[in-house]
């Protein structure tokens, strides 16, 4: 292995790494359910996508390389929709996001 695809795998693992503490982060300071699912679902997804095309420039071109593609395809596809369908569900089942103006309680009403 070159130094160049060290370097790069180093880089991409390593921000990797970093936008996934970000996402866990979010999940503990932000105050409500749509704002933690929304920095998780984001940052998660980006963060595997990154861990991914490290491991990928680490493996070179072999068919492992390949079945590590389809799972970043998988995660591009999989993780947003599955963000989204959560909020949905929890919107539809009377969760209500925090506003200025509703900031009392969010169960009330």
Do not use: C, Q, W
Not at 2 to 26: E, K, M, P, R, Y
Not at 29 to 49: E, N, Q
Not at 83 to 94: D, F, P, S, V
């Amino acid at each position: 292995m070159t130094d160049l695809t060290s370097i790069l795998t180093i880089v991409f693992v390593v921000t990797g790494i970093f936008f996934l503490l970000v996402g866990s982060i979010g999940i503990i300071r932000l105050p409500d359910f749509y704002s933690r699912t929304h920095a998780t679902s984001k940052s998660d997804t980006l963060g595997m996508i990154l861990i991914i095309i490290g491991l990928i420039i680490f493996e070179g071109l072999t068919i492992n390389s390949g079945k590590l593609a389809l799972v970043l395809l998988f995660i591009m596809l999989a993780n947003p929709i599955g963000a989204h369908a959560l909020a949905r569900a929890a919107y539809n089942a009377g969760l209500k996001p925090l506003l200025p103006d509703n900031k009392k309680d969010n169960k009330e009403d």
